[in-house]
């Protein structure tokens, strides 16, 4: 088994360095900044883990960790903007006492931030929205936004080391043979999934027809990237045969994957703790936890993790584009990829929030000196031991195509012996 080693400040900045997501980080005229804590150096420690796993099957998957932290940039073409995120959806604001990140990137999150500062939505938004968070604390701003069901992250400074950590990969197990039915969306779930096919299950994303996955109509090519060679099923748990037909599917899968509040599972009738007791892997990936009923998206929980940034001035800046939802979907797949305690199954809790905290705890600010690398638009990090280039992001190419929406229902349900609606 592959096991973690602390690395020096060192190894860590040249890690970033490697990765992409120090590219994506900083003020767009200036100098990429240097990240604080160790998510490059985990990133490529699951990511080995991972490949051991395949390996032991004969699928060994090789990726590069760090590098799937910035993947999605280097299609979308986004680079770093400072306090706005490389997506645009997300900005960090001073509040009267401190820092937030808030998050408008659903349809209805417009109306939902102007309903929060009581002002009527216009094209103004942005702009009354931090006058409004400079005149309120961190805590008011997260007590409305979690009444409203809207995402925002506040900087409550480093954690502590010693403190709670995600629990880590233990020994490697095959995915071969394993049926994997994903309900997740985005990034995170997806990426875990695409991993887990990687190494030899078999993937069925199942959506629902009137909300199928947003990353649909986003940029294709990562899409495609994500969800090549998986089935894709649409049913309804509104409608009583689209229920039944959906709990037999969960009942046939060997790993589960959901990234919703338990309470959104719970109306369709899906229990975890009862697929776990016959043996399922039950991977869930939520915000803040099970127990904490709030939304949070890769940027604002980036910050709330207190992964980030600081400039000359000592205000902060995003860290990568959205790097709570690759790196939660690597933590997500190496633990799905370990033996279970014992011979039942087991209930991963990954909160996404703590991941990236888990990645920080114990971590000072960088001291780093970044300088033009003396050719083209490069730079170069002196990292105390020797000077590494700033890796721009970079993608893979995808196997194949996406399925359409649904495009594998029919199919799937009659291998696996499961009435259609």
Not at 57 to 77: N, Q, W, Y
Request: glycine residues 12%; aromatic residues 4%; hydrophobic residues 45%.
């Amino acid at each position: 088994m592959i096991t973690w080693s602390p690395e020096s400040p060192a190894e860590l900045t040249g890690a970033w360095a490697r990765s992409g997501a120090m590219w994506l980080t900083g003020h767009r005229t200036g100098a990429p900044l240097v990240p604080v804590g160790e998510a490059a150096s985990l990133a490529a420690w699951l990511a080995a883990h991972i490949e051991q796993a395949g390996a032991e099957a004969g699928r060994p998957v090789r990726v590069d960790g760090g590098r799937l932290l910035a993947e999605r940039a280097a299609l979308t073409g986004g680079t770093r903007q400072g306090r706005v995120s490389v997506g645009g959806g997300c900005q960090l604001l001073p509040t009267a006492d401190g820092w937030a990140a808030v998050s408008c990137v659903r349809p209805d999150d417009p109306e939902l931030w102007s309903a929060l500062i009581e002002h009527e939505l216009d094209e103004r938004l942005w702009q009354r929205l931090a006058t409004w968070l400079a005149g309120h604390t961190k805590a008011e701003l997260e007590e409305r936004v979690t009444l409203l069901g809207l995402a925002a992250g506040t900087i409550q400074g480093l954690p502590e080391a010693g403190t709670a950590r995600m629990p880590r990969p233990g020994r490697p197990r095959s995915m071969r043979g394993m049926m994997v039915v994903d309900f997740s969306a985005l990034w995170a779930g997806p990426l875990c999934a695409h991993l887990l096919g990687l190494a030899g299950a078999e993937v069925i994303k199942v959506e629902v027809p009137s909300r199928p996955d947003g990353a649909r109509f986003g940029n294709q090519t990562f899409y495609d990237l994500l969800h090549a060679g998986h089935r894709a099923v649409a049913l309804d748990p509104a409608d009583r045969a689209g229920r039944e037909a959906l709990h037999a599917l969960v009942r046939t899968a060997d790993v589960v994957i959901e990234a919703s509040r338990p309470r959104a599972l719970a109306r369709f009738g899906l229990d975890a703790l009862e697929e776990v007791e016959r043996g399922c892997t039950w991977v869930s990936i939520t915000a803040y936890g099970r127990s904490v009923d709030r939304v949070g998206f890769g940027d604002d929980l980036a910050v709330a993790g207190g992964l980030l940034a600081r400039d000359d001035q000592g205000a902060p800046t995003f860290c990568g584009d959205a790097i709570a939802d690759p790196l939660t979907g690597l933590t997500a797949a190496a633990l799905t990829m370990s033996e279970p305690e014992g011979k039942g199954g087991v209930l991963w809790e990954v909160a996404m929030a703590d991941v990236v905290a888990a990645t920080v705890r114990g971590h000072a600010a960088p001291m780093a000196h970044v300088v033009p690398s003396g050719y083209g638009n490069g730079w170069e990090v002196d990292t105390g031991r020797e000077l590494v280039s700033v890796a721009a992001p970079v993608a893979r190419t995808p196997t194949g195509t996406a399925p359409a929406l649904g495009a594998d229902t029919g199919l799937v349900l009659r291998r696996l012996g499961i009435a259609a609606p």
